[in-house]
């Protein structure tokens, strides 16, 4: 069974960070690619940030350019998500999703889904 678990949420301050880790189970994960997506009540699920199979491509949203930061370790079947300079517009529940396809995409095309972690940027 293909699953997906995303930790390292929590409560932090503005201007701090936090590194969120999706652990894939059931499946290699250097054979997929992967995408960070988040969600706020009432609104849409937006890209974060993808990387591709290989790990040579990246890519972000313009909101977290700068300040995001994603890697892969494949030997731990693991990709993370460095998060610094939060702010309280970055509040919201991640999700990291997978699929087969080469190339990373930060549209909500993905075929496999975690149950999300919270984080929460507060002063």
């Known amino acids: 069974q293909l699953q997906l678990v995303e930790s390292g949420g929590g409560l932090v301050q503005i201007g701090g960070s936090l590194r969120l880790s999706c652990v894939a189970s059931g499946f290699t994960l250097p054979y997929y690619r992967i995408g960070w997506f988040r969600q706020v009540p009432g609104k849409e699920r937006e890209g974060v940030s993808c990387i591709s199979k290989s790990g040579g491509i990246t890519n972000y949203a313009d909101s977290v350019k700068g300040r995001f930061t994603i890697s892969r370790d494949n030997a731990k079947n693991t990709v993370y998500l460095q998060m610094n300079s939060l702010k309280p517009e970055d509040t919201a529940v991640y999700y990291c999703?997978?699929?087969?396809?080469?190339?990373?995409?930060?549209?909500?095309?993905?075929?496999?889904w975690g149950q999300g972690t919270q984080v929460t940027v507060s002063s």
């Open positions: 999703a997978a699929d087969g396809a080469y190339y990373c995409s930060l549209a909500t095309v993905y075929r496999y």
